[in-house]
Structures are given as structure tokens and as C-alpha cells.
DNA sequence: CGGAAAGTTGACGATCATCAAATTAAGTGG
DNA sequence: CCACTTAATTTGATGATCGTCAACTTTCCG
């Protein structure tokens, strides 16, 4: 009985996925793989869809395949905080409890694979790589929240503003030349998505781009669309 | 042979310790302990202390036993915010990084339980509870940090005081009445650390502490005690 | 082509930071 | 225990940054 190493077992759905790279689903056995692939689906949703309402029973988790997730927060008068975003192939979820004190959205287009709760739940106590991979997700998520309460409480709108556009950059720079000091993408979020990201108005970021782009430090197409020719001159307007 | 049922086995360092009951040590047997015991000592480091600098090699962890720790992270410029706060009976450390990214410092005088850090890696591989553990607590901390973005993003001052008052009178009231809505205590950071925690100015916090004394919400003596007669008069201010 | 949504720009004002000085608390050595 | 020093906090005056309100422009899509 022969092996083909790499895919034999596989369930095809998992074959060519990110997560089985560099997500979660890389802890799993190809057997573990089969077994959870069963409960799994895949799943669109356009932008602006809502996935999960806050105080809404969490009994579905996902890995995000593409597109980017925003986790908001809303006080009571309608002021709103983004308090995470989700891209490829990040994990979707959170353990150990049994309600959402969050919304999640989707600020693009995205694609889902969405598990039930109780799957994953199963195959964490099964498989304790799984479960290390979820947990150095929790603690790369709480970093990037911590860098991100720094912006907030401590950057002026201008730092903010570059600081989240090195970020997308990091994310999402599809002519990813690693030593290039040039980049370029399209921006997942409307200003009014920057603005509750960085706890601003729509009206400030759009002025501070404008400043950048006055300043020659990006150039801006359509909007959506951001070039940097130099990133370290961008990060030097992020006052790190 | 007999056995007292409770502490029977259990190290003398941590029969009567906190952390055994509601932190990370109530994950591990007897025979665990014994074993963690030997290589962890008491330390006691008085406020201001730093325990552990920015781009310093973590080589121990450690349970807070009492006091408070500040998380703290530092623009070029010396801006600075902290972004967590640790209170007795949390786990100290950040596993599966070499390197900290942050600075943590005594807030207050503190003492704590010191692990070398292989110790606690050997441990967290023998038993998955004691990983499940460190991991709920950091998806706790992330819960924490993304409450506070929504503060530090959205609140105003005044908002912003309040709802630090409420943490800290959770946290840390000793009057612990859990009907009560009343609560006493005596702050643990000062006026700057509290500044640092807000994104806000030592001026700023002094004027909205004294705003909130003047409508009677607060009173306060010798600057770090405080009481609050009602506590839903002082959540009303926070803005949630 | 036309209407709606998203984004930009401008004028003005409020909130919070900055600078400066006064007051209170906390140590320290005599 | 008290004078003296130093640190922490409060208070006041002023200004900059960013939010608010409003009008205008561009983009998107049927």
C-alpha cells in the first residue's frame, strides 16, 4: 500500500487550504483532518454581512480563507470601536465561552471555513497540538492588541493614520517583495471602517490621507487603492 | 497510611497560596507541585521595580501573589501607555517568545512566585490542564485589552475615569460586598500611571477626579483612597 | 444617465494638552 | 517631633488638535 506523502488522506477540501499551512488546521493528523472536514463547510458572505452578533450564542467556529473580518465593539449612543480584524488564515472563535460581547463582520468579501463549536471543542481535548496553535493565536491576537491600545491611547491622528496603513501593508501587500521597500494594496476598510478602527471621525482620516498624499508619502487611486513608494518613509511618520 | 485530603503533599510554599485556588497552579497535581515548588522562590520587589525590560530575555514567569504589575510599552519619544495591568492571582509571562515586547514594573509592592521559565514549559507539556489553564487566562486578557480599546478609542475623559474607578473597585475592593453597591479602596498606580493607562494627561486625570468628588460621586482622602457610595451612580459615567 | 453612497473639503467649536504656579503629601536628617 | 526638602497633586490660563456641522465632489451601480 503505497503513500503519496504530502496529500494522501486528505480530505480534498483541505488540500490546497492556508489553514493546514500556516493555521490551525496545520496541528492536525490527516485522520483528525478527515473527521473534521465531515462537520466542515465552506461559506461566503458579501461585505457588510454580519457573522456574529454580540450576545448572540457562539455555536460556530471558522477560519477565515479570505477576505477580512472586523470584531467590533458598540456603546450603548451607537459610538463604535473595531477591536480586531481578521485575515487569512486566522482562527475565528472563542473557546471557552458560551455568548459573543462582540460583533463580528465582515469588511470585505470573505470566505469561511466554518466548523461546528462542538467539533472543534472535541478535537482540541483530543489533540493538544491543536490546542497550543489556538492559544498562540490568543497570545499573537493580545499582542497585536496591545501595539494597537498604544495607537489609540498615545498617537496623534497623523501616527495613526500611518501606522494603520503599515499594518494593511504588512497584511495584505500582494507584490510582497520582502526587501522592496515599496508597496502597494487595496484598502479592506472604508474610512468610516479607519475611522473606528483608530478612534477617529471619518473626517480626520480622510484628511490625513489627504496630507499624505499631498506629501507625496502615497499616492491614492480610486479610493481604495494605496501606493507606497517607501515604506520607511511611511513608518517614519508612525512614531514608533 | 493516612491522608489528610486537602493539603497532604502539597508544597508548604503553596498551601495556603492563591494562586493553587484561582490561578494557574489549581491546574496541577500534588506530586506537580512538589516538583514546580523546587525550583520557584518567593520575591518581593517594592513599587517601582522594574521586573522585566523591553527587549529583555524572559527567562522566568511568575504568579502575582499581591500588588499590582503594570504592562507598560514606551514610544522613542517617551510617550507611554500601559497596556495591562496584572493583579494577584495572574500568571506573569508570555510562553513561546524569547523576547519581551513590553516592560512590566511594580505598580505597587508586589510579591510573587518566580518559575524558571523551562520548568513551566516542562510542566505545560506533561499537563494539558495547566496549558488550558495559561491559555483561558490570555483569551481573558484579550477580552481585558479589547474592552479597554474601546475606551481608550471612544470614551471621553470623563468616561475614561470612570469606568478605570469600576475596574479597579472589581478588582480590588475590600469591602467585597457583592450586593453592596457601594466600594472603598485604595488606588494602586498614581495620578501619571493612571494617565498612562488612559492616554490621557496627569492634568486631565486630576481635573475629572475632581470633577466626579464635586458631584459627590466619589470622595477622596489622601489622594489614593477611594470611596464610591454608589457604584451604578459611577457606572452611569462610564458610558457603556 | 441618474441617483445613492462614499469620500473630501471648509468653517467653527469643544475637549483635552501644554505650560506655569500653587498646594498638599511624604520623606529625611537633625 | 519638627524644620526642610522633594515628590505628587491640584488648579489656572491658554492653545492645538480633532470633532461637529455643512456643503460639495467623486465613485459606484443599476
New binding site residues.
Partial sequence: MRKDIHTDGIPVLCVSCEARHRGVCGALEPEQLVSLAKSSHKQQAQS?TELLGDAERIDTYANVLSGVVKLTKTLSDG?QQIVGLQFAPDFLGRPFKTESDLNAEAATDVSLCAFPKAAVERMMQASPELERRLYRQALDELDEARDWMVTLGR??????IASFLLMIARHIDPTDNPDGDAAAFD?P???????DF??????????????L??DKVIS??????IVVPSLSRLEARAGN
Same sequence: chains 1, 2.
Avoid at 498617537?155 to 495613526?160: D, G, I, L, V
Avoid at 476598510?189 to 475611522?195: F, P, Q, V
Wanted: charged content about 30%.
Fill in positions: 457588510g459610538r498617537k496623534t491622528a497623523a501616527e495613526k484598502l476598510l472604508t474610512r468610516a471602517d479607519i475611522a483608530l478612534g477617529l471621525t471619518i473626517e480626520t482620516v480622510s484628511r490625513q490621507l489627504t496630507r498624499r499631498a491614492i487611486e480610486n479610493n481604495r487603492h
